[in-house]
């Protein structure tokens, strides 16, 4: 069996594509858009958790209501693994373009769904049931998005550029999703205003979702193969060894080991993905209780730093190292992070308010900016699909459960700041140590 393909990651000559412009453009494109738009459909979810609470998961205590919501979220991230060993493994076999279009299309229309959905008021508790199984459906689905637009983008540009394409497609499209999912909030919590966006508003946004589905599509037309990966296929049909499934090798002997170590800087990445960005409009909305208007303005700029943040560590990371990056950034969230929750909480004023939330976006997705490219100088290519999107979505998968212990161990929002910062230490004292025992990785692809 012959998984790493012979490809000199310093070459940029044209035999393996890295001369053709119109594909680094068309992949970096594709990656950024169908990772954007599919974190779009799941911020949707976040944006609204408060109102979904009470319609498909009411409690007696506001906190078990949005737990419970948060918890539906866990659940389609406990998903996502299967969704990446699914998608993953065809992206190894087949390609990446095909498994990107399917799961892209499974993530939009399964989004939509949930725009029509009945609610408790309407069929009683098998409301939630529905909500919790298209969930998981949505889930597999997201997976396999992972696996395809976390390694094409990066398989298609030269070496110098791979750290900042880690912050594009991974940070960069988060930032983006959430951007578009501030927008879309904002707009139709305008033309829903008060009552009318608990009853109506909340299903235009999740209609929305099928919009990504289309767009994707059409951005797709243009989108040729990864070059690293053709380049795997012409080395393989030269041989006559029969190829293991790419799952299969990945939980061998050789890999299992490097796929935990993997996970201890993974969950850090995601859990401070979920607890700053992804958490911020419930905080904005419970903790300190603004208006929706006031949100989503400060929503749409703190995605805008989430941008510029996964675009600054990323490229950092191309000059002194994904280790070093991952060192540096592990100790300032360990500080920043408990400080600016708290100084959110306290903040009595929009403008400190925005300062705060820009604060916490910036140091959250940091934390993850050079994950995707470390995990794929992690693998070859022969299984890098499987291996970046199992890693990513099973330490994503933990990192996204931590909305839901925050929102059950603080049992009222007035502790909400407090349990963000217990949280937030934890993790990042795991993440610190893994960061302390990972190799660097800069310039291993094979």
Not at 13 to 30: D, H, L, P, Y
Not at 330 to 335: A, E, F, R, T
Not at 337 to 359: D, V
């Amino acid at each position: 069996m012959s998984l790493a393909t012979s490809v000199n990651p310093e070459n940029s000559g044209t035999e393996i594509g890295f001369n053709n412009k119109r594909q680094m453009m068309s992949a970096t494109v594709a990656s950024l858009l169908g990772w954007s738009l599919d974190l779009f459909d799941l911020f949707v979810l976040l944006y609204v958790a408060p109102i979904l609470g009470k319609l498909f998961f009411p409690a007696s205590m506001p906190t078990l209501s949005l737990a419970a919501v948060y918890a539906s979220f866990a659940v389609t991230l406990l998903m996502r693994p299967v969704g990446s060993a699914i998608f993953g493994s065809y992206a190894d076999r087949k390609g990446r373009k095909r498994a990107m279009m399917v799961a892209v299309t499974g993530v939009g229309i399964s989004t939509a769904i949930f725009g029509a959905l009945p609610t408790v008021h309407q069929i009683g508790a098998f409301a939630a049931l529905l909500f919790l199984i298209l969930r998981l459906v949505q889930g597999v689905f997201v997976g396999g998005v992972v696996a395809s637009t976390h390694t094409i983008g990066t398989e298609s540009v030269p070496l110098k550029w791979r750290g900042l394409m880690s912050g594009l497609v991974g940070g960069g499209g988060a930032g983006f999703g959430a951007l578009i999912a501030s927008i879309v909030y904002f707009i139709v919590s305008a033309a829903f205003p008060g009552a009318a966006f608990s009853i109506w508003g909340w299903r235009f946004m999740f209609f929305a979702g099928i919009l990504s589905s289309i767009l994707c599509l059409f951005v797709f037309r243009t989108l040729e193969e990864s070059p690293l990966w053709i380049e795997h296929k012409k080395n393989e049909n030269k041989t006559s060894e029969v190829q293991e499934s790419p799952v299969r090798v990945l939980f061998s002997s050789k890999y299992r080991s490097i796929l935990l170590v993997n996970l201890m800087v993974v969950i850090g990445g995601g859990t401070a993905y979920y607890l700053t960005s992804g958490y911020l409009p419930t905080f904005l909305n419970v903790v300190n209780k603004i208006p929706a208007s006031s949100s989503s303005f400060i929503l749409m700029g703190a995605s805008v730093m989430a941008i510029l943040s996964a675009l600054l560590f990323g490229h950092l990371s191309d000059r002194i190292g994904r280790k070093k990056v991952f060192m540096i950034i592990g100790v300032i969230d360990l500080i920043g992070l408990p400080y600016f929750y708290l100084a959110l909480a306290k903040a009595t004023t929009i403008p400190s308010m925005t300062f705060y939330a820009f604060a916490l976006a910036f140091l959250g997705n940091a934390a993850y900016a050079p994950v995707l490219i470390f995990l794929n100088e992690r693998f070859p290519t022969a299984i890098r699909s499987s291996g970046t999107g199992l890693s990513w979505n099973i330490g994503f998968a933990i990192g996204g459960m931590m909305p839901t212990f925050v929102s059950l161990a603080s049992g009222s929002t007035q502790n909400i700041p407090y349990s963000l910062i217990y949280f937030s230490i934890a993790v990042f004292v795991l993440y610190l140590i893994g960061s302390l025992i990972i190799p660097e990785t800069k310039g291993e692809f094979k």
